[in-house]
């Protein structure tokens, strides 16, 4: 029986690139899209933001002199692009999903609403929801802070290329250690910097736990789902 019956599965859109230095690993994209299959065979919904990093991020293109709303449309316009390429590898093996859209571009994807995401969701279609939350100076850790509370997931599952939160960001001090639980206080308290204030806030004030764990581990994802102890959980 999985511990979780409804999820948003944060993917990190740099972890896509796997060994590269910009864009999508094909074999990272289809190690995902295994491992999200396993979980949909064994009844879980699962909801699914991914981050743009492996194309673009706004700050960067602010930092080369591009206006900065601009430049996060282009962040918001590359986690579609991985959302597509996701839906894409995910249909290929046989599993049925949808990519939803923060901002209108049909046919490209459907406008996002919290009805028809939930009703795609109980019919056991993923859900990608893409374009991050539609506005400038936000992250993808907020939009799915935002549709994991909207869709009523049960958890948050942040996967990433670190396997915890950590005392201080591991690939920066070797000497940091790692929590197995962590409240959202003390996130704030230590100044933690593995998601933005604004996303931990947001599951803060909704209840929505988060995993924070190695998704580039293979399964994983379905050792998360089996209530094994990895990864660290942020609660209230
Ligand atoms: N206290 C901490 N514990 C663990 N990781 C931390 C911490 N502080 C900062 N980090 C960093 O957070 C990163 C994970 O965040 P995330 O998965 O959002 O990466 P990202 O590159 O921002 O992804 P995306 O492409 O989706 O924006 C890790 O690579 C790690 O270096
Ligand atoms: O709600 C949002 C979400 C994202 N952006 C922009 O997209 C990029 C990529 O997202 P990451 O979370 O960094 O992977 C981000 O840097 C922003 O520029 C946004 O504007 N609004």
């Given at each position: 029986m999985a511990k979780y019956k409804r999820i948003l599965l944060k993917l990190s859109g740099e972890s896509l690139m796997g060994d590269q230095q910009y864009g999508i690993d094909q074999i990272r994209l289809n190690d995902y899209a295994e491992q999200i299959a396993a979980l949909v065979k064994s009844g879980v919904e699962v909801g699914i933001v991914i981050g743009g990093g492996n194309i673009f991020r706004g700050l960067s293109g602010a930092a080369k002199g591009f206006d900065r709303v601009k430049g996060d449309q282009m962040g918001m316009l590359a986690t579609v692009i991985n959302s597509l390429a996701l839906n894409s590898a995910l249909i290929n093996g046989g599993v049925r999903s949808r990519v939803m859209t923060a901002?209108?571009?049909?046919?490209?994807?459907?406008?996002?609403?919290?009805?028809?995401?939930?009703?795609?969701?109980?019919?056991?279609?993923?859900?990608?929801i893409s374009g991050g939350t539609g506005n400038p100076y936000f992250t993808t850790d907020t939009a799915s802070a935002l549709r994991g509370i909207e869709i009523e997931a049960n958890v948050m599952l942040k996967g990433t290329r670190v396997d915890g939160i950590y005392s201080a960001d591991p690939e920066k001090d070797a000497s940091a250690t790692k929590f197995e639980s962590i409240t959202f206080d003390e996130i704030y308290a230590r100044n933690l910097r593995i998601m933005d204030l604004t996303a931990t806030t947001l599951c803060k004030e909704n209840n929505l736990p988060i995993l924070v764990f190695n998704m580039d581990q293979k399964g994983n994802l379905q050792r998360v789902m089996n209530g094994e102890p990895i990864g660290t959980i942020v609660h209230n």
């Open positions: 901002i209108r571009m049909e046919p490209v994807g459907e406008y996002y609403s919290k009805e028809k995401a939930v009703d795609a969701l109980a019919k056991g279609e993923v859900v990608i």
